[in-house]
């Protein structure tokens, strides 16, 4: 039994597709629970209408997790996706898991890639991972790992204590740290697309707060770092990793937060200093003036050079025509 588990606060506008998508999955032992979060809009007459297709629970408005953590007490199932409620999965998503499960029974955890959906345009792709690197690595990487992407053994989640109930954003990766840190080391990538993540409509959090939430993914990060070390599993292709995630915060950040963006820099050398190939935000001739100048001249250089390149892009007015205007 797999248990698809859908916490939903006013979700009106895409709840139907969601619970859709989770009743038309392939495997054969599915069940389908909502929890409502307290919606002021239609969300809760459109899972009543469902019937006894799905379970739904209703209740006053109590927050992301804690209605995942009431999700998990009332699962019947051995292995538990859970789903955002404005975003949905392929058909496919659970069949590819769960057999991947039956190779490997030992497992507490299989994820996946998802693909990304920008609403406002219409646009997706995939959030594409690297067969050759681990876990850490692609938790480094950060935005490659997605709530809907999970399929959890729910005695592995039980045993960690579920979803902490304040945790404000990067709800997902601090729940996996967690299993990490406790010693859980039996995770397996199914490397097949089997969700869609919609972006670019939701006021979430990471959106009202950027800097709030880019200093819990550092936080998380530097947990991480030091299990790693703790551990002995600390390796080059994770030192670089860490390096890059950290200079390109620092860049994030510079313009509203210099101060902090300097410790971001700093710290990201503690892992080394490494030529990044794969990030758009770190070229090749602001690594070189970083090694030279350090990290904040390079900053200033940057936007001294954006600044001339604007200034040439404004079209001069031709003075020839000044006394025929």
Same mark, same amino acid.
């Given at each position: 039994?797999?248990?698809?588990?859908?916490?939903?606060?006013?979700?009106?506008?895409?709840?139907?597709?969601?619970?859709?998508?989770?009743?038309?999955?392939?495997?054969?032992?599915?069940?389908?629970?909502?929890?409502?979060?307290?919606?002021?809009?239609?969300?809760?007459?459109?899972?009543?209408?469902?019937?006894?297709? +799905? #379970?739904?629970?209703?209740?006053?408005?109590? !927050?992301?997790?804690?209605? @995942?953590?009431? *999700? $998990?007490?009332?699962?019947?199932?051995?292995?538990?996706?859970?789903?955002?409620?404005?975003?949905?999965?392929?058909?496919?998503?659970?069949?590819?898991?769960?057999?991947?499960?039956?190779?490997?029974?030992?497992?507490?955890?299989?994820?996946?890639?998802?693909?990304?959906?920008?609403?406002?345009?219409?646009?997706?792709?995939?959030?594409?991972?690297?067969?050759?690197?681990?876990?850490?690595?692609?938790? +480094? #990487?950060?935005?490659?790992?997605?709530?809907? !992407?999970?399929?959890?053994? @729910?005695?592995? *989640? $039980?045993?960690?204590?579920?979803?902490?109930?304040?945790?404000?954003?990067?709800?997902?990766?601090?729940?996996?740290?967690?299993?990490?840190?406790?010693?859980?080391?039996?995770?397996?990538?199914?490397?097949?697309?089997?969700?869609?993540?919609?972006?670019?409509?939701?006021?979430?959090?990471?959106?009202?707060?950027?800097?709030?939430?880019?200093?819990?993914?550092?936080?998380?990060?530097?947990?991480?770092?030091?299990?790693?070390?703790?551990?002995?599993?600390?390796?080059?292709?994770?030192?670089?990793?860490?390096?890059?995630?950290?200079?390109?915060?620092?860049?994030?950040?510079?313009?509203?937060?210099?101060?902090?963006?300097?410790?971001?820099?700093?710290?990201?050398?503690?892992?080394?200093?490494?030529?990044?190939?794969?990030?758009?935000?770190?070229?090749?001739?602001?690594?070189?003036?970083?090694?030279?100048?350090?990290?904040?001249?390079?900053?200033?250089?940057?936007?001294?050079?954006?600044?001339?390149?604007?200034?040439?892009?404004?079209?001069?007015?031709?003075?020839?025509?000044?006394?025929?205007?």
């Amino acid at each position: 039994m797999v248990s698809i588990l859908i916490p939903a606060l006013n979700a009106g506008q895409w709840i139907r597709q969601s619970i859709d998508s989770a009743l038309a999955q392939t495997y054969p032992r599915v069940e389908v629970l909502v929890v409502d979060d307290g919606s002021t809009d239609d969300t809760l007459d459109i899972l009543r209408s469902y019937g006894t297709r +799905i #379970r739904v629970f209703a209740g006053p408005h109590a !927050g992301g997790n804690p209605a @995942r953590n009431r *999700l $998990l007490e009332l699962a019947s199932g051995e292995w538990l996706q859970y789903l955002d409620a404005d975003d949905y999965l392929l058909p496919h998503k659970i069949s590819s898991q769960m057999q991947h499960v039956k190779d490997h029974p030992d497992l507490d955890m299989v994820y996946s890639p998802v693909i990304l959906r920008e609403e406002e345009t219409g646009s997706e792709k995939v959030l594409a991972m690297d067969e050759n690197s681990d876990l850490s690595l692609h938790y +480094i #990487r950060w935005h490659v790992l997605n709530t809907n !992407g999970f399929l959890w053994r @729910r005695s592995s *989640l $039980l045993t960690v204590g579920g979803w902490k109930n304040d945790q404000p954003a990067c709800q997902e990766h601090e729940l996996l740290l967690r299993l990490i840190e406790a010693g859980w080391q039996r995770f397996s990538l199914v490397n097949r697309p089997g969700a869609v993540y919609r972006t670019n409509h939701t006021k979430s959090l990471s959106r009202k707060n950027p800097l709030g939430t880019l200093q819990i993914q550092m936080d998380l990060l530097d947990r991480l770092q030091e299990y790693l070390t703790r551990k002995q599993l600390l390796t080059p292709r994770h030192c670089k990793a860490f390096y890059s995630k950290r200079l390109q915060a620092a860049r994030a950040v510079w313009k509203t937060d210099p101060v902090w963006a300097e410790k971001l820099a700093f710290h990201a050398r503690s892992t080394g200093t490494w030529w990044v190939s794969s990030s758009p935000a770190l070229p090749f001739l602001f690594q070189l003036a970083t090694r030279f100048v350090g990290f904040g001249t390079s900053e200033r250089l940057a936007a001294l050079k954006r600044s001339i390149a604007t200034k040439r892009s404004i079209p001069i007015p031709d003075s020839s025509n000044a006394g025929n205007s």
